[in-house]
């Protein structure tokens, strides 16, 4: 039986979350909300990663906000280790305390509990956490680290998708719609001669982070695509050694007139 290594199952996590994350900043977030030429309201990534602990904690923005700068959303994944229904609960409920403090005001917050196993049967269900729209408490359990992303992945790119439909409807304009910025130019540009820049910089903010995390949808379906080709050549190639050396000493046995003892039995 294979042993499941819990330092491992954190550190891939962790790994895969500054991954898929960080790169925001500098493909997505300082190209609308820093680039030094029209907004300069994000100077730096606004995350904090805590391997000791197995927390992660990033901001990503939404909109302008003439007071607090920007607004953001919060994102918080904490991962523990199996507990009961109670415990979940309880994980979830201390990180609604924040790690660090970005230059603007939160108006949307997922928060997420991952872990390996649960000490329950059933399903443990997530929950808004605030009234306001936008604040969800989710629970993910899995063994693989892959399956684990790719939930928050798909958690993320409704968010947006939603974001987008609301920010489109409040325009007047109805759907359908499509979300890729380069693939709606006559709506988007429609959308920019009706309105200021800042609407086409949040319009853009919002399609390209859905389109972001579509892709890091896609990238984890290959990621395991590969490692179940990989696991499959491996298991092939034991058996292929196994079949392998036992010709050998049979040959062996034969040469040395030596009876080979099967297994479960005796010669």
């Known amino acids: 039986m294979k042993i499941f290594n819990y330092g491992t199952y954190v550190?891939?996590?962790?790994?895969?979350?500054?991954k898929s994350f960080s790169v925001m900043y500098q493909k997505i977030f300082k190209n609308h909300w820093h680039n030094n030429r029209f907004t300069a309201n994000m100077a730096r990534n606004y995350v904090h990663t805590d391997w000791q602990?197995?927390?992660y904690e990033?901001?990503?923005?939404?909109?302008?906000?003439?007071?607090?700068?920007l607004n953001y959303m919060r994102v918080a994944i904490k991962i523990v280790k199996p507990g009961t229904k109670e415990q979940l609960h309880q994980d979830a409920t201390e990180m609604h305390k924040p790690k660090i403090f970005p230059a603007g005001h939160v108006d949307s917050e997922l928060l997420i509990v991952i872990t390996p196993n649960q000490?329950?049967?059933?399903?443990?269900?997530?929950?808004?956490?605030?009234?306001?729209r936008g604040y969800l408490t989710a629970f993910?359990?899995?063994?693989?680290?892959?399956?684990?992303?790719?939930?928050?992945?798909?958690?993320?790119?409704?968010?947006?998708?939603?974001?987008?439909?609301?920010?489109?409807?409040?325009?007047g304009v109805e759907a359908p719609w499509k979300y890729d910025y380069k693939q709606f130019t006559?709506?988007?540009?429609?959308?920019?001669?009706?309105?200021?820049?800042?609407i086409r910089l949040m319009l853009k903010n919002f399609s390209d982070s859905y389109e972001w995390f579509k892709s890091c949808i896609k990238e984890v379906?290959?990621?395991?695509?590969?490692?179940?080709?990989?696991?499959?050549?491996?298991?092939?190639?034991?058996?292929?050694?196994?079949?392998?050396?036992?010709?050998i000493l049979q040959r062996v046995a034969v040469s040395l007139k030596i009876p080979l003892v099967k297994r479960g039995g005796g010669g």
């Open 11 to 18: 550190d891939q996590l962790l790994g895969m979350a500054n």
């Open 53 to 55: 602990n197995g927390t």
């Open 58 to 69: 990033i901001y990503m923005p939404t909109a302008p906000n003439p007071t607090y700068n």
């Open 119 to 132: 000490w329950h049967r059933g399903i443990i269900r997530g929950y808004k956490h605030h009234k306001q």
């Open 140 to 171: 993910i359990v899995t063994r693989i680290p892959e399956r684990a992303m790719k939930r928050i992945f798909c958690l993320l790119a409704t968010f947006y998708k939603h974001r987008t439909q609301q920010f489109l409807k409040s325009l």
């Open 186 to 198: 006559s709506l988007y540009y429609t959308v920019v001669e009706r309105y200021s820049y800042v």
């Open 221 to 247: 379906f290959r990621e395991v695509g590969v490692q179940n080709m990989v696991k499959a050549q491996i298991k092939e190639l034991r058996h292929k050694v196994w079949e392998d050396q036992v010709e």
